[in-house]
Structures are given as C-alpha cells and as structure tokens.
C-alpha cells in the first residue's frame, strides 16, 4: 500500500534530507546562540553528526512504524499529520485500519513512556544550566532555563492536544459506516469470521 498507490505525493519535508537539513538548521542556530562564532567550525561538525544520527532515527522509526501497520513508510508522516489535525479521513478503508493501528501503537508508546521520559527531559533541560552557572556562564544558563522551561511547556501541551486528537480520529474513524464497525474489531474477527487486522496482525519483530 505505497504513496504512489494512493495517488499521494510525499512531501519535500518529510524527505530524508529535510529532516537532516531542520535538524542541522536548528543544531547550528542554538550553539551559535550560545557559543558565538568563534566555534563555528566545531560547531558545524558536530552538527552534521548530530543530524545524520538524528535523521537515521527518525527514517527507521517510519519503516518500524510502517511494518507494524501495514503501510508504506512514505505514508507515516501525513498519516500521523491528519491525526494531529484531526483532519480529513483517509477515503481508502484499508488506510483508515493503518492510521487506527498507528493511533493505537502511539497511545501504547505513550503509556508505556509517560512515566520516564518527562523527567528525563526535565533532568536533562534544567541540569545542563546548573553546569553552565557552575562555570560561572549566567547568560548561558539563563538562557538554558529559559528555553529550557518553553521547550517543555510546549512538549506538555502538544502531548496532551495530540492525545485528544488520536482519541477524536479513532472515534471518528470507528463510527464510519460497515467498515468502521470492523475497524473497530481491530486485532479481532469480522463480520465475516476472518481478521481484520491490527497492531498484532502485523509484524510483531516490527515494534
């Protein structure tokens, strides 16, 4: 079930190079922020590092996510787009089932993550300045608690607006017609005593 099957053009910005590129983008832009230009070539070493590990995770995440609900990696991205929107639907049923099967591989990771990653972030936000006021670099740590404190505000709203909006999709998708009743049966047998798929009909290695 690729793109190009869907009559779907991926979109510059979900390219492997764009990701690489807003990567390196906002790498450089902080630390010259931070450390002037003084460092700009050290600076943009690391930031080429940076984004080329960054860029790997994100592109395996895609085709993990992909294998597990039954789509092509290219399609992740504007299918985890409609579900932050809650946008329009897809009008393909067998893409309706991917995107319930992402929601609730999403929902999972969440739950399953909640409890450490947060304060992980949080650890890691907040330390960092307290090493740059040991130093003896306020304006650094300034800074640092600053964007530090923005940064997870907005991880902490977008978190709790997307778990709304996959909760509105999922609701919305299930209450479409026959098919949404058997999407809903995600993981179970439908009407016509065959599986109809899920999470756990696809790839388990793929989690």
Not at 56 to 75: E, N
């Amino acid at each position: 079930m690729g793109s190009q099957e869907h009559g779907q053009v991926q979109r510059w910005q979900d390219r492997w190079w764009a990701v690489g590129l807003l990567v390196l983008v906002v790498w450089v832009g902080i630390r010259l922020a931070f450390d002037g230009w003084s460092g700009w070539p050290g600076i943009l070493v690391g930031g080429l590092v940076y984004a080329g590990l960054m860029t790997w995770f994100v592109m395996r995440r895609r085709r993990r996510d992909a294998r597990a609900v039954g789509t092509d990696a290219a399609r992740v991205p504007e299918l985890e787009r409609r579900i932050a929107k809650n946008g329009e639907l897809p009008d393909d049923p067998a893409e309706q089932a991917a995107m319930i099967r992402l929601i609730r591989r999403r929902e999972e990771k969440l739950r399953r993550n909640r409890w450490w990653a947060f304060p992980l972030l949080a650890l890691i936000f907040f330390g960092i300045p307290v090493f740059w006021f040991a130093a003896g670099n306020v304006g650094a740590g300034l800074w640092g608690l600053a964007f530090g404190a923005a940064f997870l505000g907005w991880m902490v709203w977008f978190n709790r607006r997307f778990v709304r909006r996959m909760a509105a999709m999922r609701q919305r998708i299930e209450g479409v017609g026959t098919e949404g009743a058997r999407i809903k049966g995600v993981g179970a047998e439908g009407g016509g005593g065959r599986p109809v798929g899920g999470a756990e009909g696809f790839a388990h290695g793929a989690r």
